[in-house]
């Protein structure tokens, strides 16, 4: 840590201190921080047949961070899609609190008294949905297609500041301690038509109310279809639970099955008690994963590399994050490499861009365009590209030792967000191999006379994200 960011925070301290709870620092100083502890608590009412949700949430979170806060950043991708009402109030421990829009999708909500390390506050957000059919990246996110509804980036979630962006994900997120959903429906439903992971409790065979309820996640989704049918398997002690309409699910869950039993092997056991799988109501666009959660569109659900590709998601996002806009590379690179390797087949990359390039390197709208097909697109830069990379540095440090070395990052970091630095910085302490040619030659963090790739984080920022993790190796 600089000393001028040391100096800055004992300050921060000491006049928080000396001058106790009415001190407020100029509004220059405006700080916040994604160094909390959550809890989620969303209490959910949808009618299916209209794809409305009435939901109000309950923040809860603990500032974990050295500095008192006076503001939080929520992002909420439902409103670039079109889909979210919010027109009343927020609260913070009970009194009406003022919040702003500072991009399309990232809600400022200030709080009213400075919330100082280790203080909790307590932030009831009362919003609700109308889902339509999303397009192009987000059928399996937030979406409504064939009379399946497809709940994910759907609720206001403690984020830094930041957008939706057409390429890549578009929501960065940190572990919470727990995100609740207690969902009623309109109309009863068959027990199986809700598929969360944690399921807590539903109905006996019909009925309107589901509770569901995951630890230690950075995000929560689940899926709706009246007509899906449940195929289960356990894993040691994981509760695979696949729910399709239009195939059966062995094959699916067979699929996930393999997948899981390999990368516990790899990288370590998969930690929480269940995994789902649920297949939404479009059939183009991409397939995507959420912690202890997979959304798979219709053309991929039975599809072999989609399905391990959105498992190994569950150790490379789920459970070590990352800056998923940042460096996308970091969980996109090593589920394609983690496919390939348990399928045991190659790639075929063409792309000439940084293996490193962040999401917005390819032109792209809020919830749309970009170019993710071609050899100068994101799918053979950001995965293709990582996988040659990454199989490039486990022949230099030998299989057993590029795994032992992963497997121990993993254990190090679960539940926390990781950078490409750090990573590396990891890999080339493990055994003597020379990497930093191999860096030099996929990463633009490396490349001589380039300013390391982290510097646009502005040392302002420095208090919404750790900026220990940015240092540069290179002098
Ligand atoms: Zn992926």
């Given at each position: 840590?600089?000393?001028?960011?040391?100096?800055?925070?004992?300050?921060?301290?000491?006049?928080?201190?000396?001058?106790?709870?009415?001190?407020?620092?100029?509004?220059?100083?405006?700080?916040?921080?994604?160094?909390?502890?959550?809890?989620?608590?969303?209490?959910?009412?949808?009618?299916?047949?209209?794809?409305?949700?009435?939901?109000?949430?309950?923040?809860?979170?603990?500032?974990?961070?050295?500095?008192?806060?006076?503001?939080?950043?929520?992002?909420?991708?439902?409103?670039?899609?079109?889909?979210?009402?919010?027109?009343?109030?927020?609260?913070?421990?009970?009194?009406?609190?003022?919040?702003?829009?500072?991009?399309?999708?990232?809600?400022?909500?200030?709080?009213?008294?400075?919330?100082?390390?280790?203080?909790?506050?307590?932030?009831?957000?009362?919003?609700?949905?109308?889902?339509?059919?999303?397009?192009?990246?987000?059928t399996a996110r937030l979406s409504r297609d064939n009379g399946v509804l497809s709940f994910g980036?759907w609720?206001?979630?403690?984020?830094?500041?930041?957008?939706?962006?057409?390429?890549?994900?578009?929501?960065?997120?940190?572990?919470?301690?727990?995100?609740?959903l207690?969902l009623?429906?309109?109309?009863?439903l068959a027990?199986d038509a809700v598929a969360c992971p944690g399921l807590?409790?539903?109905?006996?065979?019909?009925?309107?109310?589901w509770?569901c309820?995951a630890?230690?996640?950075?995000?929560f989704s689940f899926v709706v279809n009246p007509r899906f049918h449940l195929t289960t398997?356990?894993?040691?002690?994981?509760t695979l639970r696949v729910y399709t309409e239009t195939v059966?699910g062995?094959?699916t869950a067979?699929?996930a099955?393999?997948?899981?039993?390999?990368?516990?092997?790899?990288?370590?056991?998969?930690?929480?008690?269940d995994l789902v799988l649920a297949e939404v109501g479009a059939?183009?666009?991409?397939s995507m994963e959420y912690p202890r959660s997979i959304h798979l569109t219709r053309?991929k659900v039975t599809?072999?590399?989609l399905i391990?590709?959105e498992v190994?998601?569950q150790?490379?996002?789920?459970?070590?994050?990352?800056?998923?806009?940042?460096?996308?590379?970091?969980?996109?690179?090593?589920?394609?490499?983690?496919?390939?390797?348990?399928?045991?087949?190659?790639?075929?990359?063409?792309?000439?861009?940084?293996?490193?390039?962040?999401?917005?390197?390819?032109?792209?709208?809020?919830?749309?365009?970009?170019?993710?097909?071609?050899?100068?697109?994101?799918?053979?830069?950001?995965?293709?590209?990582?996988?040659?990379?990454?199989?490039?540095?486990?022949?230099?440090?030998?299989?057993?030792?590029?795994?032992?070395?992963?497997?121990?990052?993993?254990?190090?970091?679960?539940?926390?967000?990781?950078?490409?630095?750090?990573?590396?910085?990891?890999?080339?302490?493990?055994?003597?191999?020379?990497?930093?040619?191999?860096?030099?030659?996929?990463?633009?963090?490396?490349?001589?006379?380039?300013?390391?790739?982290?510097?646009?984080?502005?040392?302002?920022?420095?208090?919404?994200?750790?900026?220990?993790?940015?240092?540069?190796?290179?002098?």
């Open positions: 840590m600089p000393v001028r960011r040391i100096l800055t925070l004992a300050l921060l301290l000491a006049f928080g201190m000396e001058f106790g709870r009415a001190w407020a620092p100029p509004t220059a100083s405006a700080a916040t921080t994604t160094k909390v502890t959550q809890r989620y608590s969303i209490t959910a009412t949808l009618d299916v047949a209209s794809g409305e949700l009435d939901a109000i949430e309950t923040l809860r979170l603990t500032n974990r961070s050295g500095i008192a806060i006076d503001h939080i950043n929520l992002s909420v991708i439902p409103r670039a899609l079109g889909y979210l009402t919010l027109d009343q109030p927020i609260t913070v421990d009970g009194d009406e609190a003022s919040a702003e829009w500072t991009t399309t999708t990232n809600l400022r909500v200030s709080l009213a008294e400075m919330l100082r390390p280790n203080d909790t506050a307590v932030l009831d957000i009362p919003f609700r949905l109308a889902v339509g059919s999303s397009r192009g990246a987000f980036e609720f206001p979630i403690l984020s830094r500041e930041h957008d939706s962006y057409g390429v890549g994900d578009p929501q960065v997120s940190y572990t919470a301690e727990s995100i609740r207690d009623r429906t309109t109309t009863p027990r807590v409790s539903a109905p006996e065979a019909s009925g309107t109310r509770v309820e630890d230690d996640v950075r995000d398997r356990v894993v040691d002690e994981t059966s062995e094959v067979d699929k099955v393999q997948a899981l039993i390999g990368l516990n092997q790899a990288y370590g056991t998969y930690p929480w008690p059939s183009g666009g991409f053309s599809d072999t590399y391990y590709h190994a998601h150790w490379f996002y789920a459970q070590i994050g990352n800056d998923q806009q940042r460096e996308p590379w970091l969980d996109e690179g090593f589920a394609d490499f983690s496919t390939r390797w348990l399928m045991g087949i190659g790639e075929n990359q063409c792309s000439t861009r940084d293996v490193d390039s962040p999401v917005f390197a390819w032109d792209a709208e809020l919830i749309s365009g970009g170019d993710w097909q071609s050899c100068d697109g994101y799918f053979h830069a950001i995965f293709y590209k990582s996988t040659e990379f990454l199989n490039a540095i486990r022949a230099r440090m030998g299989d057993a030792e590029f795994f032992a070395a992963i497997r121990a990052f993993i254990e190090e970091h679960r539940h926390g967000v990781v950078t490409t630095y750090r990573l590396l910085d990891h890999l080339e302490d493990w055994n003597t191999a020379d990497l930093l040619p191999l860096y030099q030659a996929y990463l633009r963090a490396y490349d001589p006379g380039v300013a390391p790739v982290h510097r646009p984080y502005r040392p302002a920022l420095c208090r919404t994200i750790d900026c220990r993790d940015d240092r540069p190796i290179q002098p």
